[in-house]
């Protein structure tokens, strides 16, 4: 296939790109290098891949027009870009509608008005479900947990945009959802959870695996923010890969659906367990201090998985214990995430 990969320099962008060509497909990536780390990418990628069918284009997802000539000529449209943080979005609420909001707009523009009208892949977000005050939250000594929905929330949950980047988020969303229903578009909707893996530059606001993982290597103090009870369901990157490509694979079931995309009940830990596990595996103390909770945070956050497994037959495959083993390899071995206090001669 001829696939076009916005926010192709990315984390999930640049291991969406090598798992696309490794598979065989003539990949284009889309990316304005504005994210730290994506310069990076870059040099990976064209160093690793140069001789492939790989073009990168320079462009920003928020010009029309850029992405109109993105997208022509192609089959498949894996639609990454975005404004991925709430406390950005908190600070600066309108670049983060003009780049998730407008920017998929322009993406599904750029499809609709193709000649070879591709399939849109969009990579959407569990907070469009928002803090979810009617579910029951009980409270554990380490960890929140659901008190009546032992597998986390399904897509059927309501909709409740909750911060400016749930909103921009969440509309994005439903257009992609919508231009099946209206216009015949082959769209996916995958609202994810928390990924983690190589090629991330995880940071305070966003990719908090692999921020918490870097911190420990440099030897950094953590911020927690709430009481470190707060439970995700995390996913190695190439298991939430697997799920796009059964999507392509099965265009005509997938289109016009919506899956979530996480680690389900199985592959949950809380903050609290996340760091006494980092401990163990990197053998020694993690320094942390706690401070209060942010906006928009939620307590648990638990990815019904079973409609992706019943319809697309996804499975995750990686456990969380190995994922993190893979994470801090690519981590140490990287020059760029060694601790500050590190010498050379």
């Known amino acids: 296939m001829d696939v076009l990969v916005t926010g192709g320099c990315g984390f999930l962008g640049t291991n969406m790109t ?3 060509l490794e598979r065989g497909d003539n990949v284009r990536v889309l990316d304005n290098l504005s994210r730290s780390g994506t310069e990076r990418n870059l040099d990976y990628l064209e160093s690793e891949f140069g001789s492939m069918p790989l073009e990168i284009l320079r462009e920003d997802i928020r010009d029309a027009d850029a992405v109109e000539r993105a997208v022509a000529g192609c089959d498949a449209v894996i639609h ?34 193709c000649e070879r009208k591709p399939a849109v892949l969009f990579s959407s977000t569990n907070k ?44 994005a969303d439903q257009y992609v959802r919508d231009y099946a229903r209206i216009y015949g578009l082959k769209t996916v909707v995958f609202r994810t959870s928390c990924l983690y ?10 990719g908090w695996v692999a ?15 709430g009481d470190g009870k707060q439970v995700r369901d995390v996913l190695y990157v190439d298991d939430a890969i697997s799920a796009y490509t059964a999507a392509l694979e099965q265009l005509d079931e997938a289109s016009g659906e919506v899956f979530n995309l996480g680690g389900g009940p199985e592959s949950s830990v809380s903050l609290l367990e996340f760091m006494d596990s980092l401990e163990k595996i990197i053998g020694k103390p993690v320094e942390r201090e706690f401070a209060d909770w942010r906006p928009g945070d939620q307590r648990i956050y638990l990815s019904d998985v ?15 214990e190995d994922g993190v083993r893979a994470l801090l390899g690519w981590v140490t071995s990287n020059d760029y995430f060694q601790p500050a206090s590190s010498t050379r001669s």
Not at 86 to 99: A, H, K, L, M, N
Not at 197 to 206: A, T, V, W
Not at 211 to 225: D, M, R, T, W
Request: proline content about 4%; some cysteine.
């Open 18 to 20: 090598k798992a696309l």
């Open 80 to 113: 990454l870009a975005a404004q991925v943080a709430v406390t950005t979005s908190v600070e600066q609420p309108r670049d983060d509608f003009d780049i998730n909001a407008t920017g998929t707009l322009n993406v599904l523009e750029g499809a609709r008005r």
């Open 128 to 171: 469009v479900y928002g803090g979810m005050e009617d579910v029951v939250v009980e409270e554990g000594e380490r960890r929140y947990s659901y008190g009546e929905l032992p597998h986390g929330i399904s897509e059927q949950h309501p909709l409740d945009f909750h911060s400016p980047y749930g909103c921009s988020k969440g509309a």
């Open 197 to 206: 893996g190589p090629h991330q530059f995880g940071n305070e606001d966003q």
């Open 211 to 225: 921020h918490f993982v870097i911190s420990a290597v440099k030897g950094e103090q953590l911020n927690i923010y």
């Open 306 to 320: 079973r409609k992706l497994e019943r319809e697309l037959g996804w499975q995750r495959k990686m456990g969380v």
